[in-house]
């Protein structure tokens, strides 16, 4: 048998067991032909990261975003139907919340749409969605009250959801 050293030192042969030179081509006791970097290979493919561990790390990031984005820019699940208007916000963000609160009242009155929520219709007809949008916009501008505006919209288009 060929001298025995220190795993860490020498090389074991695959046939014989025997340890070898680290440098060594073929082995002392039995001639078997070491291949190059074969006593490299256990310990190189224990830094390789494996596919399950670069999933889970990906996975991890993937939740910590998801659970950020939920905690910090999540928006409510209750639309504000602008009954309080005590947050502040630009003059263009709080007209536009008060006219979705004076449409939500309304049908469509174009008579084309089959009468869709004027809250939700954007039709160019006449006595349509963009017209009475632009209605209510104007009044909310000579700074009538939404409730005021509500009774305006309901006598000159009508249609006044139910309830």
């Known amino acids: ?3 025995k050293k220190r795993s860490g030192t020498a090389r074991k042969c695959r046939d014989c067991g025997t340890l070898n030179e680290l440098e060594a081509r073929y082995c002392s006791h039995c001639g078997n032909t070491f291949i190059k970097g074969s ?7 224990g830094r390789e990261p494996s596919y399950w561990k670069v999933l889970g790390l990906i996975a991890l990031i993937f939740s910590v975003g998801l659970a950020i984005k939920v905690i910090f820019y999540s928006a409510p ?13 630009s003059i263009d963000d709080s007209l536009e919340r008060k006219v979705q609160l004076v449409a939500s009242n309304f049908r469509c009155a174009c008579g084309g749409c089959g009468e869709l929520p ?3 219709c954007e039709c160019d007809m006449p006595r349509g969605a963009l017209e009475e949008k632009k209605f209510i916009r104007e009044k ?3 700074e009538f ?12 288009y009508g249609l006044r959801k139910a309830g």
Do not use: C, F, W
């Open 1 to 3: 048998m060929g001298r």
């Open 39 to 45: 006593h490299e290979k256990g310990g190189s493919r």
């Open 77 to 89: 699940d209750t639309q504000d139907r602008g009954q309080s208007y005590n947050v502040p916000v």
């Open 118 to 120: 004027l809250i939700a």
């Open 140 to 142: 909310l501008k000579e």
């Open 145 to 156: 009250t939404v409730d005021q505006v509500i009774q305006r919209v309901e006598e000159k």
